[in-house]
């Protein structure tokens, strides 16, 4: 099972959310594919700094796509619940776990609030297929997924990206994962200390 925890690579997911309200107008429509989500924290950690950048009511207007290959068909159910082992979320802010969990169990399991759990919606999904999950993204983050790819299979799957996000649209990916050398003409990097990718309209 994949593990990882909550508010991991907070610097870069508030850098991206930053980037990508700096071009919206309050009250538009968000809309966001987490690609390679693992258990959630990832997609529900930018859901959270989402939701503390623009506020109750424009939150309503954002929609959050996450999926993963989920070989052994765990995520599903774990990201639908949206409950998790308090050990999960010991690296995340206080004030924001207190705003966004509640206690579920005895057994220090919390559950997400559901206004962020239901602005989430889980689909199993192989990237290697190039067929899209969703159109006319505003934001896709696919991080801690390339690094488990070939050089091309790289390439075809940044190609598919830059097809669906909208005009202007964003993409994050690890900080340690380069975009190819064939794909850099698709993307300026935005932001100098976090791989933060604005689409190039060719």
């Known amino acids: 099972m994949a593990f990882t925890f909550f508010f991991r690579d907070r610097h870069t997911l508030e850098q991206l959310a930053d980037e990508l309200i700096k071009n919206k107008q309050e009250g538009d429509s968000i809309k966001v594919w987490d690609a390679g989500c693992a258990m ?7 859901a959270m700094i989402l939701r503390e950048k623009i506020g109750k009511y424009w939150y309503k207007s954002v929609q959050i796509s996450a999926s993963d290959i989920d070989e052994n068909n765990h995520f599903h159910k774990i990201i639908v619940d949206a409950i998790y082992q308090k050990s999960e979320l010991e690296r995340m802010p206080a004030d924001i776990f207190e705003k966004y969990f509640s206690k579920y169990d005895d057994n220090n399991n919390y559950l997400i609030v559901d206004e962020i759990k239901k602005s989430l ?9 190039l067929k899209p999950l969703e159109k006319a993204c505003d934001v896709i983050i696919c991080k801690n997924v390339l690094l488990h790819f070939t050089q091309q299979q790289r390439i075809d799957v940044i190609k598919m990206y830059h097809s669906v996000l909208k005009r202007g649209g964003l993409l994050t990916t690890e900080q340690t994962q380069p975009l190819p050398a064939e794909v850099t003409h698709l993307f300026e990097k935005v932001v100098p200390n976090a791989n933060v990718f604005r689409k190039v309209d060719l």
């Open 40 to 46: 959630g924290p990832e997609p529900y950690t930018f």
């Open 121 to 129: 919606k889980f689909t199993k999904h192989d990237l290697l297929t």
